[in-house]
């Protein structure tokens, strides 16, 4: 998508150029057409959509991550973006279209197709929605269509970059057919040239068109409660709390490594525990009084081994919240959902053998002692430690069954 004021998104000529048999360089040529998708139209933008593209370009929300957009955004920049912008996008080997509603023809939304490498016939997807058509799935259909019309024109791969903390836009990847890839490191820049982490999603000609099912789905009604105990999603909100958790030296005994965790590191994993979600990686919520909805300590589950159905659990709490039963009811809570709306066929659960309260927590959860895994974690000053090993499995949660003790 081309949003940069005066600055040639898509490359130079030669990255939307491919070197035919003789040698000389040929440029991709899409066909300048319209595309309509499920209650949208994607069409070129003309002068009479210069207001509403400027009104929607200004709004602090669309301005959040795109940082290259300009700011203050004026009609100015819409008309060089209508007249300079979308051009030189479709002379690189590219696309840039207006979304409009197909009954008004009002413009809702941007899209476009950037950053082309035509020998490897890969384009970057990205989009806006203005404010007045948000939560209607309007870049959710408009990158399916792209992508499809981009597919059936020759392109053998797509992109969409989103940035850790922007997850509406991972929703859309995944609504729109695009799987998870990767992170790239610094790959992008912020507006004050400052770097970030960029996630990569992917779709192929061949990938089914969306939604991309939901390794970890969210919780209904997102959150989890028996009345007692809730368990919400780990969020920003939380960091100062983590932190603190994280600071107690019983907890910081039983981290892997066995080290504290700082601010930076704290805030960062509250800041992106959607994004981990999202991806299939983990789950971290936040336990909490039902009643009064207090910070009481936390607990995760660890997606490391999708390929046999395996997941960890972990659980910390604070000292004036252990011993009232808090640790078991989230343990049930969290594997009740697991094994009710997830693939995962195993759960495990580790601690240190001199751990008793821990043991005692996952026993009455229904877990099953299976062995000790002799040196398995690091220690303290480079030490090696034992871990404990429990597992449950679905059929242990049954009531027929005595939970081990």
């Known amino acids: 998508m081309i949003v940069m004021k005066r600055t040639l998104i ?76 979308v051009p030189s996008a479709w002379a690189a080997g590219g696309t840039g279209y207006v979304i409009v509603d197909p009954a008004t023809d009002k413009v809702i939304g941007g899209t476009g197709i950037s950053r082309v490498v035509a020998e490897r016939r890969q384009g970057e997807v990205g989009y806006w929605v203005a404010p007045w058509a948000r939560r209607r799935g309007v870049a959710r259909a408009a990158t399916a269509a792209l992508a499809d019309w981009a597919f059936r024109h ?3 791969r797509l992109e969409l970059l989103t940035e850790p903390a922007n997850t509406p836009s991972q929703r859309v990847a995944l ?19 400052d770097r970030h982490d960029l996630i990569a999603w992917r779709r192929l000609p061949g990938d089914p068109p969306g939604p991309i099912p939901r390794v970890l789905p969210d919780l209904p009604g997102g959150q989890l409660s028996d009345g007692t105990v809730t368990l919400m999603p780990l969020r920003s909100d939380d960091i100062k709390d983590v932190y603190a958790l994280h600071r107690i030296a019983d907890v910081r005994a039983v981290r892997v490594p066995p080290e ?53 659990i972990g ?13 078991v009811r989230s343990v049930r809570l969290l594997t009740g959902w697991v094994f009710g709306h997830t693939g995962i066929g195993r759960l495990i659960a580790g601690t240190s053998p001199g751990n008793i309260g821990s ?31 429990y597992a449950l499995l679905p059929e242990d949660l049954s009531p027929t069954r005595t939970p081990s003790r």
Not at 59 to 79: C, E, I, K, V, W
Not at 276 to 292: F, H, P, Q
Not at 293 to 302: D, N, V
Not at 315 to 327: I, Q, T
Request: hydrophobic share 35%; proline share 5%.
């Open 359 to 389: 043991q005692a927590v996952l026993g009455r959860a229904g877990f099953r002692r299976e062995g000790l895994l002799r040196g398995r974690l690091p220690g303290a000053d480079g030490s090696r430690a034992d871990d404990l090993l």
């Open 10 to 85: 898509g490359g130079n000529a030669a990255a939307g150029s491919l070197v035919g048999q003789d040698g000389e360089v040929e440029l991709i040529q899409l066909p300048v057409e319209e595309i309509t998708g499920t209650g949208v139209r994607l069409r070129l933008p003309n002068e009479s959509d210069a207001d509403d593209i400027a009104a929607a370009c200004a709004d602090p929300s669309t301005q959040q991550f795109l940082h290259q957009m300009p700011n203050p955004y004026t009609r100015a920049d819409a008309l060089w973006w209508i007249n300079e912008g």
């Open 315 to 327: 659980y910390s709490m604070l000292p004036e919240w252990r011993g009232k039963g808090f640790a």
């Open 175 to 193: 609504a729109a057919g695009f799987r998870h890839e990767g992170v790239r490191r610094s790959a992008g820049t912020g507006r004050h040239g």
């Open 260 to 312: 504290p965790m700082d601010l930076e590191t704290t805030a960062r994993r509250c800041s992106r525990a959607e994004s981990y979600w999202l991806a299939g990686e983990r789950v971290d919520l936040s336990i909490r009084d039902a009643a009064t909805t207090t910070f009481a300590g936390e607990i995760g589950l660890y997606y490391q081994e999708p390929t046999t159905g395996q997941a960890m």
């Open 154 to 156: 020759g392109f053998a």
